[in-house]
């Protein structure tokens, strides 16, 4: 049965959410179900209650959220509603440092069950680990 994955983003960085998704849909043996909406298929312009309502429906599924915690996560209303979400229904998070950071932001960092750096096997590993 193929894991279901949210990986929380933020459009105007889709290249690293594209990454992720390619990263993880190239690894052997780890089969997942992306229940995140990706940047060509962007909702159009909604009332905030209701991005909160689609974006709970997205989350309530899954077995993992993912955060790709760049410093753009720290300024992101979205990105901490979804950390927020998913704490609160005791969804599993997954924080994962972007390729070369240091640094994690320390709302990713808090939110987060695991953090693991980038690379498949350590966010798969992570993946299994903490659900």
């Given at each position: 049965m193929?894991?279901?994955?949210?990986?929380?983003h933020s459009w105007s960085y889709s290249?690293?959410?594209?990454?992720?998704?390619?990263?993880?849909?190239?690894?052997?043996?780890?089969?997942f179900t992306n229940y995140s909406v990706p940047e060509a298929k962007a909702f159009g312009p909604m009332a905030r209650y209701k991005m909160e309502d689609e974006l709970r429906g997205q989350i309530r599924p899954v077995n993992c959220v993912i955060i790709i915690g760049g410093m753009w996560a720290n300024h992101s209303d979205w990105i901490k509603f979804e950390m927020d979400f998913a704490n609160s229904i005791n969804?599993?998070?997954?924080?994962?440092?972007?390729?070369?950071?240091?640094?994690?932001?320390?709302?990713?960092?808090?939110a987060s069950d695991?953090?693991?750096?980038w690379?498949?096997?350590?966010?798969?590993?992570?993946i299994r680990q903490i659900t």
């Open positions: 193929p894991t279901r994955l949210f990986i929380s290249e690293r959410y594209n990454a992720m998704v390619n990263l993880l849909n190239n690894r052997p043996y780890f089969n969804k599993p998070v997954l924080g994962v440092r972007p390729r070369g950071a240091q640094v994690m932001p320390v709302a990713v960092a808090q695991l953090v693991v750096n690379n498949s096997d350590s966010i798969v590993a992570g």
